[in-house]
């Protein structure tokens, strides 16, 4: 079982909408959350990165929040754009001997339509 | 130009063939990765590498050979490839406790 979930697997929104993608992770001990957009064909890049104290950050019209108590994220998307169309990759780290290890989760792939 | 690049960004191969992919950098970031992405996965680490000649495993090393020789070089290499091997390889290197990855090398193994 992977130990970073993310809902839904796909979705399809229509331009100038809102969304919310939820990410659910079991990894310990934490050290920071990443949301990360990946354009098809072009590796990830990162969108925001959340420590342990923070509960919202936001990156334009991407704002990320973190319950590090229910261990659940979540990346609102606001009045969505075509060049929104992408795979959105929650990513949890964890601090260890050999630096941060990161896991992923599986990605949400969205599709924004006119 | 700066950043990370890969080459080459699409690979077809035999099986039992030697393939290497190549990432560079131009930060001289210290740390360096080679992830593996797989339909149904999220991207799982091959090898990493904190300094030139020193790397480590990562959660799939089985079938690939590294070396960094140099701070901004870190060849990932196939040594007999197998039809398993298929995926798309993403190279990262780390700055400012942000991960960067480069464009990815789409390899298939026939």
């Known amino acids: 079982k992977n130990q970073v979930e993310q809902s839904p697997q796909s979705l399809i929104i229509l331009e100038g909408k809102n969304c919310t993608l939820q990410?659910?992770?079991?990894?310990?001990?934490?050290?920071?959350l990443r949301w990360y957009k990946q354009d098809t064909g072009r590796g990830p890049v990162s969108l925001t990165i959340?420590?342990?104290?923070?509960n919202t950050k936001s990156n334009g019209r991407y704002t990320a929040t973190l319950d590090a108590d229910t261990k659940q994220s979540s990346l609102h998307i606001t009045a969505s754009q075509l060049s929104d169309s992408a795979s959105y990759i929650c990513?949890?780290?964890?601090?260890?001997?050999?630096?941060?290890?990161?896991?992923f989760g599986t990605g949400t792939q969205l599709k924004v339509e006119l | 130009d700066a950043g990370i690049t890969q080459s080459p960004r699409y690979k077809i191969t035999e099986t039992g063939r030697q393939v290497t992919l190549m990432c560079h950098q131009t930060?001289?970031?210290?740390?360096m990765f080679w992830y593996r992405q797989d339909l149904g996965h999220g991207l799982r680490l091959i090898y990493y590498?904190?300094?030139?000649?020193?790397?480590d495993k990562g959660e799939v090393p089985d079938g690939y050979v590294v070396s960094r020789s140099k701070t901004e070089n870190f060849p990932l290499t196939l040594e007999s490839a197998t039809r398993s091997q298929t995926s798309v390889y993403f190279c990262?290197?780390?700055?400012?406790?942000?991960?960067?990855f480069g464009p990815g090398t789409r390899l298939t193994v026939l």
């Open positions: 990513v949890v780290s964890i601090l260890t001997g050999g630096g941060n290890k990161l896991t």
């Open positions: 990410c659910n992770y079991t990894v310990s001990p934490f050290s920071n």
């Open positions: 959340m420590t342990f104290s923070e």
């Open positions: 930060w001289s970031h210290s740390y």
């Open positions: 590498s904190a300094a030139a000649d020193i790397t």
């Open positions: 990262a290197s780390n700055g400012n406790n942000e991960q960067f």
